[in-house]
T-cell receptor, first 116, second 108 residues
Framework: GAGVSQSPRYKVAKRGQDVALRCDPISGHVSLFWYQQALGQGPEFLTYFQNEAQLDKSGLPSDRFFAERPEGSVSTLKIQRTQQEDSAVYLC??????????????FGPGTRLTVT | DAKTTQPTSMDCAEGRAANLPCNHSTISGNEYVYWYRQIHSQGPQYIIHGLKNNETNEMASLIITEDRKSSTLILPHATLRDTAVYYCIVLSQGQLTFGSGTQLTVLP
């Protein structure tokens, strides 16, 4: 079956540009997570949705970062006025929401963002 | 938050068991231990999780010590495709916090 997909896979943005990264979770998965992974480091949590509700956005590094999931399926992570320190791989994950299994997450391949 | 300590890297011969250790001495009684791995240029992949008892699935076994201060992930017959970074995570405050992990290299 189809896994988590993300688009684009690669994005180059000039400093100051806005970008939008898309995540298509596994069909039927109510939980969706965004992570940021800098080169050589482990993924870091950004935000969490249950259906369309954003339940945790404590990991978003600044108010330039915004995520939405308006219909409880596809999600978009938007970064405004990109900075060089935003260069990273952005990972999306989804899971069913059932006790501890919400943390059995299925990850997409990520979007590699390079800000020049 | 419970933190984990893992070796930076390990090697294992193909076909042999790979035993990946993890220390989590500050773990609380109700905190789960999760293991993920990340093959180069791919997203992380869930492997297994446990609370107190040992767990086994089609991918691996998880052995948690009785005091819960450490655990070991066992890949019973490592293959070249198991070469990856393995993350041991203590679930805390509703978030998976990935550390630096262990780079496992399976050698032919």
């Amino acid at each position: 079956g189809a896994g988590v997909s993300q688009s684009p896979r690669y994005k180059v943005a000039k400093r100051g540009q806005d970008v939008a990264l898309r995540c298509d979770p596994i069909s039927g998965h109510v939980s969706l997570f965004w992570y940021q992974q800098a080169l050589g480091q482990g993924p870091e949590f950004l935000t969490y949705f249950q259906n369309e509700a954003q339940l945790d956005k404590s990991g978003l590094p600044s108010d330039r970062f915004f995520a939405e999931r308006p219909e409880g399926s596809v999600s978009t992570l938007k970064i405004q006025r990109t900075q060089q320190e935003d260069s990273a791989v952005y990972l999306c994950a989804s899971s069913s929401s059932s006790g501890s299994s919400v943390y059995e997450q299925y990850f997409g391949p990520g979007t590699r963002l390079t800000v020049t | 938050d419970a933190k984990t300590t893992q070796p930076t890297s390990m090697d294992c011969a193909e076909g042999r068991a790979a035993n990946l250790p993890c220390n989590h001495s500050t773990i609380s009684g109700n905190e789960y231990v999760y293991w993920y791995r990340q093959i180069h240029s791919q997203g992380p992949q869930y492997i297994i999780h446990g609370l107190k008892n040992n767990e086994t699935n089609e991918m691996a076994s998880l052995i948690i010590t009785e005091d819960r201060k450490s655990s070991t992930l066992i890949l019973p017959h490592a293959t070249l495709r198991d070469t990856a970074v393995y993350y041991c995570i203590v679930l805390s405050q509703g978030q998976l916090t990935f550390g630096s992990g262990t780079q496992l290299t399976v050698l032919p």
